[in-house]
């Protein structure tokens, strides 16, 4: 149940696909998991500072719970709060679904996989012959 989504560029109009929906994701997982690196690996580093700075006042999770609410919005927008699936293009279409029946409108048309066009039936064309009609002492 896909909503055709058009997204107008200033020279094309791009039908969102399931290839391009896909790569998306998949963008979105990995910048998420680069995040989560970055976060553990600052976090070991501020772990160990701490231990060599200041053994007695535990400082570096100040830090850390700023960047970990970060962290965890970044994953809710990524995989969506656990049990309820992502809140992404699939939820928004099915609102949108819902407001347009609301309306007493039907649902946008879904993208065709492939154009279909009608055979024509036409005569063959006369070609000309290969023959010429002229001598050669004809042309200039």
């Known amino acids: 149940?896909?909503?055709?989504?058009?997204?107008?560029?200033?020279?094309q109009t791009i039908v969102n696909d399931p290839v391009r929906i896909a790569r998306r994701r998949a963008k979105a997982k990995r910048a998420y998991y680069i995040h989560l690196t970055?976060?553990?690996t600052v976090g070991g580093f501020l772990f160990i500072l701490n231990i060599l700075t200041d053994p007695y006042y535990w400082w570096f999770f100040w830090p850390l719970l700023g960047w970990g609410i970060g962290l965890v919005s970044h994953y809710l927008a990524v995989f969506g709060v656990p049990g309820m699936g992502p809140l992404n293009e699939e939820w928004e279409d099915r609102q949108t679904e819902k407001e347009l029946q609301k309306m007493g409108l039907h649902r946008l048309e879904e993208p065709r996989d492939r154009l279909e066009l009608p055979q024509i039936d036409k005569e063959p064309v006369a070609r000309p012959s290969s023959k010429s009609n002229w001598g050669d002492d004809d042309l200039v």
Do not use: E, H
């Not at 149940?1 to 020279?11: D, E, F, G, L, Y």
């Open 1 to 11: 149940m896909v909503i055709n989504q058009k997204t107008s560029t200033p020279n």
């Open 38 to 40: 970055s976060y553990l």
